[in-house]
Each structure stands twice: as C-alpha cells, then as structure tokens.
C-alpha cells in the first residue's frame, strides 16, 4: 500500500509541474477516500484550509474516530479476507523436532519447548 501510495503522488507531481508539490500533496491530503475522512483529518482531528475557500466553522474540530475505527477495520478485515483466501490455522510449534545452528558452525538436532 505504500508503494501505491508513493506512486500515486508521484503521478500527481509529475501531472502538475507548474504547482509546488507540497500543494499537491495538500490538496491529495484533503480529498476523501472510500466513505472515510480525508486522511489530515484523521491525523489533525479537523479538516484542512487549502486553496478552496471555506467557512470557518467548517474548519473546526469534530471528528468521529470511533465511526471512523469501525470503518477502517471493516476495511481492513475486507482486505485481509481477499488477500488471504485460503489461509488456515497453523500448528503448534511446542515439541516440534528442528536443526539450530549452534557456536561450532554445524547444525544440531533440537526441539522447541515453548514458543515466544
């Protein structure tokens, strides 16, 4: 997602060479995504001042976080779901027979007691 992320601003810098990026990066900023704030808003609390003129009030704080949290696990739980379609349960790994590589550079028969 950051990767995305990243390529995302840099198509936008590359769209506007003639606006200073950080106003790219602003204005990206303050646009809502997929029924959530926009991320400033989110992080501040408030929504941002940027080149669209506003009313004041508009920019006072009032932000729903835990509208906001319920959404953004709901996400997260759609995401895993379709990242992950046939994931399953893994078993324990107390007692299990290993090899460690031990001080002397070679490789010695070992089981797990507890794990971590």
């Known amino acids: 997602m950051v990767e995305r992320h990243i390529q995302t601003i ?13 106003f790219v990066i602003l204005e990206y900023n303050s646009t809502p995504k997929a029924k959530l704030p926009f ?18 009030r508009v920019l006072q704080p009032s932000f729903e976080t835990d509208k906001t949290i319920d959404i953004l696990k709901e996400n997260q739980k ?8 046939r994931r399953k349960q893994l078993k324990p790994l107390e007692d299990t027979q290993v090899l460690m590589w031990n001080e002397i550079r070679a490789w010695t028969p070992a089981q797990i007691v507890k794990s971590a």
């Open 10 to 22: 840099k198509g936008l810098l590359n769209k506007s060479p003639m606006v200073r990026p950080k």
């Open 78 to 85: 759609r995401q895993e779901d379709y990242c992950n379609p």
């Open 39 to 56: 991320p400033a808003e989110m992080l501040m609390g408030r929504k941002l001042r940027t080149s669209i003129p506003v009313a004041r």
